[in-house]
């Protein structure tokens, strides 16, 4: 597995492990259950860690590699642990042209991460997370970003600095 920029605690909730038997239980093989419970444990831990990839192996009878293999198969999974906050800035044409890696920037900038570096960067505190995606479909409305699940257009720099003071502490 990749490297994780911090290390991620690993203990599921009783209600969610409960809920996860349940789930479990109404497959006659347990192991269709994989995708649902890393789903859910990427949604409670913002990631899929090695520690949940084994979790997960031991409650449905596997070995670590046969979940460790739909973690990477599965783009929808991420193996990094993910800010409370995501930023999620546009890149693609149009939000490129109207200032979308100023955006970037200025995020990055504002809360000391590295611009330079690609990928997902989150804060250390694991407030934020800031990093770039492809079209959002709001071409029109040039730059835009996703906060969390809200859409923001046509962002300005004072904008992204309002944002940030509306986010999850
Ligand atoms: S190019 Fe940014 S929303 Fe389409």
Redesign the pocket.
């Known amino acids: 597995m990749t490297a994780t920029s911090q290390p991620m605690p690993f203990s599921v909730p009783q209600a969610l492990e409960a809920e996860l038997d349940a789930l479990a239980a109404r497959y006659p093989e347990k192991r269709s259950a994989s995708l649902m419970f890393l789903h859910a444990l990427q949604d409670h831990f913002g990631g899929v860690s090695r520690e949940a990839v084994e979790w997960t192996a031991s409650k449905l009878g596997l070995q670590p590699i046969n979940v460790y293999e739909l973690v990477t198969f599965y783009p929808m999974f991420r193996q990094e642990t993910l800010g409370r906050n995501q930023i999620k800035v546009?890149r693609?044409?149009?939000?490129a042209l109207a200032g979308?890696y100023e955006l970037r920037e200025h995020f990055c900038s504002k809360l000391g991460l590295d611009a330079a570096k690609h990928g997902p960067q989150t804060t250390p505190d694991g407030k934020f997370t800031v990093e770039f995606v492809e079209?959002?479909?709001?071409?029109g409305t040039?730059?835009?970003l996703m906060l969390n699940e809200e859409l923001w257009e046509k962002v300005t720099l004072p904008e992204a600095d309002r944002m940030l003071t509306l986010c999850r502490p």
Do not use: G, H, I, R
Not at 135 to 139: D, M, P, Q, T, W
């Open positions: 546009c693609t044409l149009s939000c979308a079209c959002l479909a709001s071409c040039a730059p835009v």
